[in-house]
């Protein structure tokens, strides 16, 4: 026997070995990983990390883990070719190994800036802890930092590095921040804050090219002809899944690899969950490839079960969270065709949410420090419970009463 094997140690395929053991699964787990480490929480990186000189890596697992369930983790293996005939992968360096059930769990990887001078020393992104570590030891030694994209990553390593003392504009080109995921009232609320300590931030505006001297980057110049001088540029301008791999074994793929509700790709014995995977969503009924810690911890849960022989839907409610200076930001539900907004709280007060609606049915809360409407938004999403306007007017009490 075989074993399942599968590639990519992240939080997708860490979940899916833990799955695989906890649901009673007792062939071989082989977890191959190309990052060295000891897999580790991503979200850290952009929050903490890259500011907290003494910060280390948070281990997904302790290494006893993966011993005591017998997990063969294989950390610094890259595979390079999946043979799905034979049923077998081939490592980078020359090794193979073969597989009954294969998992890829290969995640995602910044885009690149296709921009003259993106080349340069100095222009780095982040997913990594390698690239944090970076981040890190390079941004220490600059006064000016540039950021470019105004999504989340980008937004929480310019709230960070601000906080620990460094000048940091934001670029990001069109008129609002945040523009692919939350409200125009919250993506608002959040320029102000971030504005007001002291991150500078640069709407509708593009970068025409990134100036380097000696091979290192030294200024950015923008779209209104502006130089700002930096010794460290970050793109924060969203991934590509990394469907390579599964390239080359014919997987179907579209935005990600195509996955069935119970996590199979078009290919038999070849499934895929995490940030490389897209498909029809139950909530909206489009095509969604989600990128959070939720839908990779869910979809690895259902992969071990199709493993096993009794596959889930996958109906869970996506969920997360950002944390950009002082503001929690937690996303439920998906937003895609809401019609009506109700606020609930206060901007001024930074502890507000964004009730989402199509006509009377909830599809999503969106909240900045309001924890607890976005507990209750998870339940409410899980149960197909819509508060109505008074109810969301009543606050969390009369949430809570309304779900007992
Ligand atoms: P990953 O965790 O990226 O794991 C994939 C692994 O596969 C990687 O280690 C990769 O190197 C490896 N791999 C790829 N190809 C191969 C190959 N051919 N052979 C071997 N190994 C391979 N989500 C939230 O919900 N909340 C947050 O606050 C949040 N903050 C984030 C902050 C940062 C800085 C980053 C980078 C991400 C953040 N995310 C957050 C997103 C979240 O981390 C991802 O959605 C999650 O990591 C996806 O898990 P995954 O297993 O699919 O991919």
């Known amino acids: 026997k075989n074993g399942v094997v599968i590639v990519g140690a992240g939080h997708a395929g860490v979940q899916a070995a833990a ?19 000891l897999p ?4 850290p990186l952009s929050k903490t990390f890259i500011k907290d000189a003494a910060a280390q890596p948070q281990p997904l697992r302790g290494e006893v883990f993966y011993t005591g369930h017998t997990i063969d983790f294989r950390p610094g293996t890259l595979v390079e070719r999946i043979d799905a005939a034979a049923r077998r992968l081939e490592l980078a360096g020359g090794g193979d190994l073969a597989y009954d059930q294969l998992i890829l769990a290969t995640g995602s990887r910044p885009r690149l800036l296709p921009l003259p001078g993106a080349h340069l020393a100095g222009v780095l992104s982040l997913r990594s802890v390698a690239d944090a570590r970076l981040i890190r030891e390079q941004s220490a030694a600059c006064e000016e930092v540039v950021v470019i994209g105004g999504g989340f990553i980008g937004l929480e390593i310019a709230a960070t590095l601000a906080a620990g003392g460094r000048k940091v504009t934001v670029i990001e080109a069109l008129d609002r921040l945040l523009g692919r995921a939350v409200a125009p ?6 320029r102000q804050r971030l504005t007001a300590s002291g991150v500078r931030i640069l709407l509708k505006t593009t970068i025409e090219r990134i100036e380097g001297e000696d091979g290192h980057v030294a200024s950015v110049l923008t779209s209104s002809g502006e130089h700002l001088p930096a010794k460290m540029v970050i793109t924060g301008i969203g991934v590509v899944p990394n469907v390579e791999l599964a390239e080359t074994a014919g997987l179907a793929i579209a935005n990600g690899i195509r996955i069935d509700t119970a996590m199979r790709s078009s290919v038999e014995n070849i499934l895929a969950i995490g940030d490389n995977a897209s498909y029809r969503h139950w909530q ?57 907004q109700i606020l609930s709280g206060d901007p001024a007060e930074n502890r507000f949410s964004v009730f989402h609606f199509i006509g ?15 507990m209750l938004g998870r339940k409410m999403l899980g149960l197909g419970f819509s508060p109505t306007t008074e109810q969301v007017a009543g606050g969390a009490e009369a949430l809570k009463a309304a779900l007992a």
Not at 185 to 190: D, G, M, R, S, T
Not at 295 to 313: F, S
Not at 314 to 319: E, T
């Open 40 to 43: 580790y929480h991503k979200p």
């Open 185 to 190: 009232l919250i993506a608002e609320h959040v």
């Open 360 to 374: 009377d049915r909830l599809v999503a809360i969106e909240s900045v420090n309001r924890p607890a409407d976005h």
């Open 19 to 37: 799955s695989l053991r906890e649901e009673g699964y007792d062939g071989p787990v082989i977890l191959l990983g190309d990052e060295k480490e």
């Open 284 to 340: 909206t009924g489009s095509d969604v490839r989600l990128e959070s810690v939720q839908n990779a911890t869910d979809q690895a849960k259902l992969a071990a079960r199709t493993v096993l022989g009794h596959p889930g839907d996958y109906v869970a409610v996506p969920w997360f969270w950002s944390d950009i200076g002082d503001m929690k930001l937690q996303m439920v539900g998906l937003t895609a065709g809401s019609d009506r």
